[in-house]
């Protein structure tokens, strides 16, 4: 609920998140995105460091850029950017945004796609796959998934998502699709499986 509040502060304004941004480099290339953005669309953005122990460098950032700053931990009221400074909230709070950016894909080993997708939105991500490559081709391949090289290609992407309603809507049914099919053959393997363990111990 005090998510809610907090984000009750933006109005209507879309949101942009960036989620479990690793280190500095993260954090540059995400505002590094945003900015021009901001500049063509009434935005904001929210960042997500993924230790909370990096919350310094991340105003330092936003300060250096001129925007303004909003912590969940202090309730702040409305920013150019949100900064989700706590923890276990991150899932939630990406029901909030348009789009997601997962971070530790640039110098890292990725983290979880899945998350954005429940709530039917698109995905982003920097050029290393990581732990995460299979799930993110699938993602690629449903549409609902964008592997980014550079600053500019994620401020397009970011672009294209804000100015059509009408392709959200259409990626927020793929992910329901992708999401269902996923789920079902993650069963089907479970099942297998148990039926295999089931047969070993039958024969004993």
Same mark, same amino acid.
């Given at each position: 609920?005090?998510?809610?509040?907090?984000?009750?502060?933006? @109005? %209507?304004? *879309?949101?942009?998140?960036?989620?479990?941004?690793?280190?500095?480099?993260?954090?540059?290339?995400?505002?590094?995105?945003?900015?021009?953005?901001? =500049?063509?669309?009434?935005?904001? !953005?929210?960042?997500?460091?993924?230790?909370?122990? #990096?919350?310094? +460098?991340?105003? +330092?950032?936003?300060? =250096?850029?001129?925007?303004?700053?909003?912590?969940?931990? =202090?309730?702040?009221?409305?920013?150019?950017?949100?900064? !989700?400074?706590?923890? @276990?909230? !991150?899932?939630?709070?990406?029901?909030?945004?348009?789009?997601?950016?997962?971070?530790?894909? /640039?110098?890292?080993?990725?983290?979880?796609?899945?998350? *954005?997708?429940?709530?039917?939105?698109?995905?982003?991500? @920097? *050029?290393?796959?990581?732990?995460?490559?299979?799930?993110?081709?699938?993602?690629?391949?449903?549409?609902?998934?964008? #592997?980014?090289?550079?600053?500019?290609? !994620?401020?397009?992407?970011?672009?294209?998502? /804000?100015?059509?309603?009408?392709?959200?809507?259409?990626?927020?049914?793929?992910?329901?699709?992708?999401? =269902?099919?996923?789920? @079902?053959? /993650?069963?089907? %393997? /479970?099942?297998? $499986? #148990? +039926?295999? $363990?089931?047969? #070993?111990?039958?024969?004993?």
């Amino acid at each position: 609920a005090s998510l809610d509040r907090w984000f009750a502060s933006a @109005g %209507t304004t *879309p949101i942009l998140a960036a989620g479990s941004t690793d280190d500095s480099e993260d954090d540059r290339f995400v505002v590094a995105a945003f900015v021009p953005v901001r =500049k063509t669309f009434d935005a904001k !953005l929210m960042i997500a460091p993924r230790r909370p122990a #990096r919350v310094g +460098e991340v105003l +330092e950032l936003c300060a =250096k850029h001129g925007l303004s700053v909003s912590l969940r931990s =202090k309730m702040d009221r409305e920013a150019d950017v949100y900064v !989700l400074d706590t923890i @276990g909230e !991150l899932n939630y709070a990406y029901r909030f945004a348009q789009a997601a950016h997962v971070g530790g894909s /640039l110098n890292g080993t990725g983290h979880n796609v899945i998350e *954005p997708l429940e709530w039917g939105i698109p995905v982003s991500y @920097g *050029p290393i796959r990581g732990h995460f490559a299979t799930m993110q081709e699938s993602c690629e391949r449903a549409g609902v998934g964008t #592997r980014t090289w550079s600053v500019s290609q !994620l401020a397009v992407h970011w672009l294209g998502v /804000l100015n059509s309603a009408e392709s959200r809507q259409e990626i927020a049914e793929e992910c329901t699709r992708m999401l =269902k099919q996923h789920r @079902g053959a /993650l069963e089907a %393997t /479970l099942s297998e $499986i #148990r +039926e295999l $363990i089931e047969e #070993r111990e039958a024969g004993r």
